[in-house]
Nanobody, 123 residues
Framework: QVQVVESGGGLVQAGGSLRLSCTASGLTVSRYGMAWFRQAPGKEREAVACITYGGGIIDYIESMKDRFTISRDNAKNTLYLQMSKLKPEDTAMYYC????????????????WGQGTQVTVSS
């Protein structure tokens, strides 16, 4: 059975940092495109970044790519999102998603999802 579990969210002041983790079971992250999505209240879910099965990185939001870094640890079967210089507009539920081999901007292309971890940035 496939399971993806996010952790690391919380409340942080503007300018602070957080590292989100996504631990997978039932699949090997090195064989999948692994992505982070986020959804703020009243807004549609949007792709943040993705790492392919070959290790290539795709940043989907131009204004975030200098502050957010996606990575994975294959030995731990874990995906990470390092977030720095956080802004109130980064407040959202952050989700981990998996798609076999490749990445996609569309949430419809992902087959496995976690329950999300809440990130709240205060001003």
């Amino acid at each position: 059975q496939v399971q993806v579990v996010e952790s690391g969210g919380g409340l942080v002041q503007a300018g602070g940092s957080l590292r989100l983790s996504c631990t997978a079971s039932g699949l090997t992250v090195s064989r999948y495109g692994m992505a982070w999505f986020r959804q703020a209240p009243g807004k549609e879910r949007e792709a943040v970044a993705c790492i392919t099965y070959g290790g290539g990185i795709i940043d989907y939001i131009e204004s975030m790519k200098d502050r957010f870094t996606i990575s994975r640890d294959n030995a731990k079967n874990t995906l990470y999102l390092q977030m720095s210089k956080l802004k109130p507009e980064d407040t959202a539920m952050y989700y981990c998603a998996a798609r076999y081999l490749g990445c996609s901007r569309s949430q419809l292309d992902y087959t496995s999802w976690g329950q999300g971890t809440q990130v709240t940035v205060s001003s």
